[in-house]
């Protein structure tokens, strides 16, 4: 490390050391790694190919010309704000100090219980549909799509997820990294391919409307009205273009975080949403046919590929986004148990003192990282066994994790709205849109956020509408009968001062040296 670097580093761990917190996680990260992370959870090459159906089996090509661009703005608005408010507050976990600093203690708590939820949801969902992606790529392989197979399955990739970020930074970092630079390449060279073996560049095909809700697509969605249709496939993008809290997660790990973590959170979205409308859209104009591809339902990646692509060109891709798919989950499980860490050392979780605690030889959170990872495969369990209907498992994650996390974004960029300039938000970090853009963007993340739960809770979706206010009612009891007179929420004031003792000694037990 440079002497310029270490200066750096050594203003991050001050600012860390002002928030009442130890240097315990390994602060190796920088700018592009912590992009990296997040563009590999977004993963165009994951959500924007596994959830592709929502939109061809809905509103036809306009879901993907339209559409996409539509829903990543949604998802650019929340960044944008969330980005505002990381570099002043650039902590693991960030969301959930976001909540509690700008808010109170119970804002807090359930910004960062909301949170936690999403982020498991969406673990589950990324490597759900991770396994069906393998299933349909390989069939050659001749395993069978059943529970028994999909829960073991399930079960080695998450374990091996959790295995390589128990080891280290380190390691994640550098498959993250790769991670980034596969998505932008295989995205490029698949969407080259649909150009190349297209029947016709027909761009009009993406600005075409049909309602195929009902039969004609397949039965992905009910049969509903044109506007819910097209609103309903609004879906593959918010679900998509979510992920890149992750470089709030890694603050502690970053170098020069408040600048870097807010880079990193808005140019991934920028960048999936650009290299996935070129992709998506190459991928509409291949197409044999849309009538006949809105009937392939959920299949309708395969069967395109099957009709227009070589064998061995797709194979090959098949094998560079699967890789892709398993990265992508490897790095939420880093986003997930950073989460965990950081609500867990001031007490917000059950065997909090467990879960807070980190390996000196490895500068992980260890028991975070695998309880993230356990809970997310019972959670697809879970969703397969009450699976009903016809309704997936991985509908009802993807609908869960939506709602879940664009809730625990919103609740902190609101309190933002109202605290931006005032006692409790009077620094503004160096990366900084100022006061009347960041006003704008909060209101619209608020009616983008009501537009989301109602979408999110259609049919077929409507079990994650059961399973939200299940989590909703499960919050409140946890609140009210443990944690309203035992959580004191983050440190403030005399609390941070009196913790500095706490802090020498959290550093000297990781080696760490300033």
């Known amino acids: 490390m440079s002497s310029d670097e270490s200066k750096v580093v050594d203003e991050d761990v ?22 990296a992370i997040s563009f590999s959870i977004i993963c165009i090459l994951s959500g924007g190919i596994n959830s592709l159906a929502q939109a061809t089996s809905g509103a036809g090509g306009i879901g993907i010309g339209i559409g996409w661009p539509l829903g990543c703005f949604i998802s650019g608005v929340f960044a944008i704000c969330m980005g505002q408010i990381s570099s002043a507050y650039p902590t693991a976990g960030g969301l959930y100090h976001w909540g509690s600093i700008l808010g109170n203690r119970f804002t807090g708590w359930l910004t960062a219980w909301f949170n936690l939820l999403g982020l498991i949801t969406v673990l589950g969902a990324i490597n759900a549909g991770t396994w069906t992606f393998f299933e349909g790529a390989f069939p050659g392989l001749g395993i069978t799509n059943n529970l028994t197979n999909q829960t073991i399955f399930l079960a080695i990739i998450t374990g091996g997820m959790a295995i390589i970020n128990h080891y280290g930074i380190g390691l994640t970092m550098k498959l993250t990294d790769f991670s980034g630079y596969l998505i932008f390449a295989t995205s490029v060279i698949l969407a080259i391919v649909c150009l190349i073996f297209a029947p016709s560049w027909d761009v009009s095909r993406l600005f075409t409307f049909h309602n195929y809700s009902g039969d004609p697509g397949g039965g992905v969605w009910p049969a509903v009205s044109n506007s819910w249709v097209f609103l309903l496939g609004l879906l593959l993008p918010i679900y998509t273009i979510t992920g890149y809290d992750a470089s709030a997660h890694t603050s502690e790990e970053t170098v020069d975080a408040a600048r870097s973590v807010p880079k990193g959170m808005v140019s991934s979205v920028l960048w999936s949403a650009v290299f996935g409308y070129i992709m998506l859209s190459a991928f509409v104009l291949m197409i044999p046919n849309m009538d006949d591809a ?24 098949y094998i560079a986004i699967f890789i892709s798919q398993l990265l992508c989950g490897l790095a939420t499980v880093t986003s997930a148990s950073r989460m965990i860490f950081a609500f867990s050392r001031d007490g917000g979780l059950p065997f909090s003192k467990a879960l807070a605690k980190v390996s000196p030889k490895y500068r992980t959170p260890v028991t975070a990282i695998w309880t993230g990872a356990i809970l997310s495969w019972l959670f697809v369990w879970g969703a397969s066994v009450v699976s009903i209907a016809g309704t997936s498992a991985y509908t009802i994650v993807v609908s869960c994790t939506v709602i879940f996390l664009f809730f625990s974004f919103v609740i ?89 003792a706490e802090i020498r000694a959290a550093e000297a037990a990781v080696g760490e040296t300033h």
């Open 294 to 317: 809105a009937k392939q339902g959920w299949n309708v990646f395969f069967w395109a590929m099957d009709a227009r692509v070589p064998p061995g060109i797709k194979e090959a891709l």
């Open 14 to 35: 001050k600012v860390l050391h002002s928030m009442g917190y130890a240097q315990e996680l390994s602060r190796r990260m920088h700018t592009f790694s912590n992009f």
């Open 412 to 500: 902190p960029i609101t309190l933002g709205l109202f605290t931006y300039g005032s006692s409790k938000w009077p620094k503004m970090g160096p990366w900084n849109i100022g006061r009347p853009a960041y006003s704008l963007f909060a209101i619209l993340s608020i009616i983008s956020m009501i537009l989301i739960f109602f979408i999110g809770v259609q049919p077929p979706n409507d079990w994650a509408l059961n399973i939200t206010v299940g989590f909703v009612v499960l919050t409140a009891l946890v609140w009210l009968l443990l944690e309203r007179n035992r959580f004191q929420g983050p440190p403030i004031g005399d609390m941070i001062a009196k913790r500095q």
